[in-house]
């Protein structure tokens, strides 16, 4: 698989990343509901017998359990991808999730990130969240020191806007920003995607597939199923109407386009994302052994000016 330059790092990473929310497994507030652990290990094998190069997590996905299981996957793999984790959420002793971006939370989170991992550098450390805003400049600048002493490679932000980039830029160059964007999240192409070309940094599109729901395999009846515990069935807007209905219908736009190809929609909304030249990768997360192989070809594939037209056309014709 080729791979890209990520910002003004050494990296070079493939157009695909394996994503690890969804391994958090169950109990906690956005947990995709319960999860074997042995099907997450399988799935990134698979990943990395695919060709994938990285493993996307974070050490609030399952309250520290993503990162452990990542770190179980990865025992006895030689050919070791990278491993790129973030901060600024906490827990307490209820699992209730905090948002802390003081140097010393972010330097204990670092800690607990490391040993979780069994690594002894973080490839890539991005700040979660924005949050609180009065603290990004401690926290980027906490970031920045961590970097230089070798604690983590590369240092990166998570959900930033332009205007947060910008400034906390003057504290030390930002590597990479993963934000939300999908057909059914763009607003990033307004000004983040630009700000990001402007200034080197590399884009890591997070949720491509806008969680599960444009892989082809959603329907009203899976919606309905979804366990309690997912966070999608009652606190993701696009899984609710009137925007769901929109949602199952450009699948079926994807279904055309993709089809044709012989390939998926999943793909279809994966290789959109792909076509901005700001973007250097996307998450892709699987639950079980066997969803990889019909997403990763998105990778190599390149939606025609048509295609592209097809799309647009039914997104003018139904805005969110």
């Not at 964007?181 to 997070?206: D, K, T």
């Not at 390149?302 to 295609?307: H, I, N, V």
Request: charge should be neutral; glycine fraction near 10%.
């Amino acid at each position: 698989m080729q791979t890209r330059k990520l910002g003004n790092s050494d990296l070079h990473i493939t157009p695909i990343g394996f994503g690890a929310w969804a391994i958090g497994g169950g109990g906690w507030a956005f947990a995709w509901g319960a999860q074997d652990d042995a099907d997450s290990v399988a799935c990134i094998r698979e990943a990395i017998d695919l060709g994938i190069n990285w493993i996307d997590t974070a050490a609030v996905y399952g309250l520290g359990h993503s990162e452990e299981v990542v770190a179980q996957a990865l025992e006895g793999v030689t050919n070791r991808p990278l491993v790129f984790t973030k901060c600024g959420r906490v827990w307490d002793e209820q699992r209730q999730i905090g948002k802390r971006l003081t140097a010393s939370s972010i330097r204990a989170e670092c800690e607990a990130s490391l040993k979780r991992l069994k690594v002894e550098v973080i490839d890539l450390y991005q700040v979660h969240w924005p949050e609180p805003p009065e603290d990004i400049d401690e926290g980027w600048q906490t970031m920045v020191k961590l970097k230089e002493e070798g604690k983590v490679r590369w240092v990166g932000v998570s959900n930033f806007s332009a205007e947060q980039m910008a400034q906390v830029a003057k504290f030390g160059p930002i590597t990479s920003l993963q934000p939300p964007y999908s057909l059914v999240r763009p607003e990033v192409e307004a000004s983040v995607l630009p700000h990001c070309l402007a200034h080197n940094i590399g884009v890591i599109a997070y949720s491509p597939m806008a969680n599960g729901l444009l892989t082809g395999a959603m329907t009203r009846e899976r919606h309905a199923a979804l366990p309690a515990d997912d966070w999608r069935k009652e606190k993701n807007a696009q899984f609710q109407e009137p925007k769901f209905t929109r949602n199952l219908a450009l699948v079926e736009v994807l279904k055309g386009i993709a089809t044709a190809h012989g390939r998926t929609p999943g793909e279809a909304a994966i290789a959109w994302v792909l076509r901005h030249p700001a973007v250097t990768g996307a998450i892709v997360g699987a639950r079980k052994p066997g969803q990889l192989k019909e997403l990763v070809g998105a990778a190599e594939w390149r939606l025609t000016p048509a295609e592209v037209g097809t799309i647009d056309a039914f997104l003018r014709a139904n805005p969110a």
